[in-house]
């Protein structure tokens, strides 16, 4: 370590993934004691900032873009790398390391490919089998590559993203819970007790990451809503807030409900939906209510997310393609893929699923993002006692 006063470099390589950013770290790159670790990442990211800003350090002041993963090869059979992401609070010091990003999960093959932890073909696709360790699950990323480097650029278009990229196919294998059964109660759907909200029906789900479903209409809403309409809404943010950790502790989680609130912020999400129906995203753009099968509205610690998170994609598409579950009822029956409408636009999913002894079982779900390098270099954060 240097002295006081001077700036340590760690080597890192700053990416978007899907409709998300976050710092990518080698895991031999950051100290190996998991306190210390989140006590570096914090710094990286700017946390906790009082002023909700992360102004001195690489966040964006977003639950999108508070965020870091960690690569390393893999030591476990049929995977090339380990995946570990940790979704950073803004206001306060806290790593959540309980769930995925599905959507940083898309820049992890190309990622992996720069450090040279994937082999992959001079031109073509490659295939890069990746250990996604905070739900211990494994998920397939098909990386287009030309001339020997990642094809980044490309014409296709993620809705919530502004500029076209190369599509990279996920395939999320086997994503719901250990042992087959995804719900967590037994039951597609679920009377939740909220002191200060009532009786709540929820679709209690593990695929892709924890996730609550409720209908829009439970909660007063349509499922049109932008995010201007839901963070603006301090009561109708705590009455979300209230279901999820209710939730979480129903789906054991966490051990109470104030435990959810403060200590696991990024798990389970809480989504609610709405009938398909025409309305306008946040950039003006008009969607046609044919041209969509159902509207989705995710939030991501505490605020409504402005597109859609990858694993609740991902939640949402095995929710569709089994009966009974507050998604596929809304849809009005079972679908294996569908198009969603989200705040900035829309997505398409698709599941396969299928009733094993008496249990639903998904598969894979399979969803396309795209990913790029923004910058590559080290970053710098100031030389404490960690």
Same mark, same amino acid.
């Given at each position: 370590?240097?002295?006081?006063?001077?700036?340590?470099?760690?080597?890192?390589?700053?990416?978007?993934?899907?409709?998300?950013?976050?710092?990518?770290?080698?895991?031999?790159?950051?100290?190996?004691?998991?306190?210390?670790?989140?006590?570096?990442?914090?710094?990286?990211?700017?946390?906790?900032?009082?002023?909700?800003?992360?102004?001195?350090?690489?966040?964006?002041?977003?639950?999108?873009?508070?965020?870091?993963?960690?690569?390393?090869?893999?030591?476990?059979?049929?995977?090339?790398?380990?995946?570990?992401?940790?979704?950073?609070?803004?206001?306060?010091?806290?790593?959540?390391?309980?769930?995925?990003?599905?959507?940083?999960?898309?820049?992890?093959?190309?990622?992996?490919?720069?450090?040279?932890?994937?082999?992959?073909?001079?031109?073509?696709?490659?295939?890069?089998?990746?250990?996604?360790?905070?739900?211990?699950?494994?998920?397939?990323?098909?990386?287009?590559?030309?001339?020997?480097?990642?094809?980044?650029?490309?014409?296709?278009?993620?809705?919530?993203?502004?500029?076209?990229?190369?599509?990279?196919?996920?395939?999320?294998?086997?994503?719901?819970?250990?042992?087959?059964?995804?719900?967590?109660?037994?039951?597609?759907?679920?009377?939740?007790?909220?002191?200060?909200?009532?009786?709540?029906?929820?679709?209690?789900?593990?695929?892709?990451?924890?996730?609550?479903?409720?209908?829009?209409?439970?909660?007063?809403?349509?499922?049109?809503?932008?995010?201007?309409?839901?963070?603006?809404?301090?009561?109708?943010?705590?009455?979300?807030?209230?279901?999820?950790?209710?939730?979480?502790?129903?789906?054991?989680?966490?051990?109470?409900?104030?435990?959810?609130?403060?200590?696991?912020?990024?798990?389970?999400?809480?989504?609610?939906?709405?009938?398909?129906?025409?309305?306008?995203?946040?950039?003006?753009?008009?969607?046609?209510?044919?041209?969509?099968?159902?509207?989705?509205?995710?939030?991501?610690?505490?605020?409504?997310?402005?597109?859609?998170?990858?694993?609740?994609?991902?939640?949402? %598409?095995? +929710? $569709?393609?089994?009966? !009974?579950?507050? @998604?596929?009822?809304?849809?009005?029956?079972? /679908? *294996?893929?569908? &198009?969603?409408?989200?705040?900035?636009?829309?997505?398409?999913?698709? %599941?396969? +699923? $299928?009733?094993?002894? !008496?249990?639903? @079982?998904?598969?894979?779900?399979?969803?396309? /993002? *795209?990913?790029? &390098?923004?910058?590559?270099?080290?970053?710098?954060?100031?030389?404490?006692?960690?």
């Amino acid at each position: 370590m240097s002295k006081l006063g001077k700036q340590i470099k760690i080597p890192a390589i700053y990416m978007r993934g899907g409709t998300s950013k976050g710092v990518f770290f080698l895991k031999e790159d950051l100290p190996a004691d998991p306190s210390e670790r989140d006590k570096v990442l914090l710094r990286v990211i700017g946390s906790p900032d009082p002023y909700g800003q992360q102004i001195d350090g690489m966040g964006g002041a977003t639950s999108s873009t508070s965020k870091v993963v960690i690569v390393s090869k893999s030591n476990r059979p049929g995977c090339d790398v380990d995946y570990l992401f940790g979704q950073v609070a803004i206001g306060q010091p806290l790593v959540d390391w309980s769930g995925n990003c599905g959507n940083l999960t898309s820049a992890v093959g190309p990622f992996s490919i720069y450090r040279g932890l994937a082999d992959a073909p001079q031109d073509g696709m490659a295939v890069v089998n990746i250990w996604q360790e905070n739900i211990g699950k494994k998920i397939v990323a098909h990386v287009p590559m030309k001339d020997g480097e990642v094809q980044e650029l490309g014409d296709f278009v993620l809705d919530g993203v502004t500029f076209p990229a190369a599509e990279i196919k996920l395939e999320f294998l086997d994503p719901g819970a250990d042992g087959g059964n995804m719900f967590p109660t037994g039951n597609p759907i679920d009377i939740i007790h909220v002191p200060g909200v009532g009786e709540v029906e929820a679709t209690l789900i593990n695929a892709g990451n924890p996730a609550i479903f409720v209908s829009a209409s439970s909660m007063g809403l349509t499922g049109a809503e932008r995010q201007g309409d839901i963070n603006s809404d301090a009561n109708l943010l705590a009455r979300f807030e209230a279901i999820r950790a209710h939730g979480a502790v129903i789906m054991d989680l966490a051990e109470s409900v104030e435990y959810a609130m403060a200590k696991r912020q990024h798990t389970p999400k809480i989504a609610f939906f709405g009938k398909a129906a025409s309305y306008a995203t946040s950039d003006g753009k008009q969607i046609r209510g044919e041209d969509i099968d159902i509207m989705a509205r995710i939030l991501s610690m505490g605020k409504l997310h402005h597109a859609m998170t990858g694993t609740g994609a991902v939640a949402i %598409a095995a +929710a $569709a393609a089994i009966p !009974g579950t507050i @998604v596929s009822r809304i849809l009005g029956g079972t /679908r *294996s893929e569908l &198009r969603f409408g989200h705040p900035s636009g829309t997505l398409k999913v698709g %599941a396969e +699923a $299928a009733h094993d002894h !008496g249990e639903w @079982v998904v598969t894979k779900v399979a969803v396309s /993002r *795209s990913a790029r &390098r923004l910058m590559e270099g080290s970053v710098l954060i100031p030389n404490q006692e960690y």
